[in-house]
């Protein structure tokens, strides 16, 4: 398989930043999620998703939950939110991520761009960790994880079912206390 090679100088030279979401946002971040319904592991949603759910979807992720967005020369290249882990009041200083970066702008670190900026947002928001539930064949997301300092916790097996088949779930972890301990 050829090697791939980038051009870095075109690379820097384009503008990029990493902001809270807008309603017009919400086309390119349905779009991204979507193909990644139909075509991977980072969901276990089965169905794409319509734009009445999107909007319901969007509408939740306030100042408490933002949803960011990775945008470079006026396009949107990933998304990345925080979310409740539980209704239940004794887990609201926990939240878990999500993390989504388009098909042909993987392999870029948009991904960790995207989870650098969460982890800073959910520090500010005083959560206290942030758990991510990664299908255990996500390898890039696993290794996205651990770059940003997440720990393997645990794992859950056949939970998921998706494509045929029965898919076993990781579970990762990110205290945000003073050093960020185990």
């Not at 991520?97 to 948009?110: E, G």
Request: overall charge neutral; glycine content about 6%.
């Amino acid at each position: 398989m050829p090697k791939k090679s980038y051009n870095i100088k075109a690379m820097r030279e384009k503008t990029y930043c990493v902001r809270k979401a807008k309603p017009e946002d919400l086309a390119a971040v349905t779009a991204i999620y979507n193909e990644a319904v139909l075509n991977s592991l980072a969901t276990f949603h089965i169905f794409p998703r319509s734009e009445e759910e999107q909007r319901k979807w969007f509408a939740e992720h306030d100042e408490r939950y933002p949803l960011l967005v990775f945008e470079e020369e006026g396009e949107i290249l990933g998304w990345a939110s925080l979310n409740p882990y539980s209704d239940r009041e004794g887990y609201r200083y926990t939240v878990t991520d999500s993390v989504y970066v388009r098909r042909d702008s993987r392999r870029r670190n948009i991904g960790f761009a995207l989870l650098s900026a969460l982890i800073a947002h959910a520090r500010e928001l005083s959560y206290h960790s942030i758990l991510a539930f990664i299908a255990r064949e996500n390898l890039a997301s696993i290794m996205l994880h651990e770059k940003a300092g997440f720990v393997r916790r645990g794992e859950l097996k056949e939970v998921g079912y998706k494509f045929g088949r029965f898919v076993d779930v990781v579970v990762y972890q990110k205290m945000l206390g003073e050093g960020d301990g185990e």
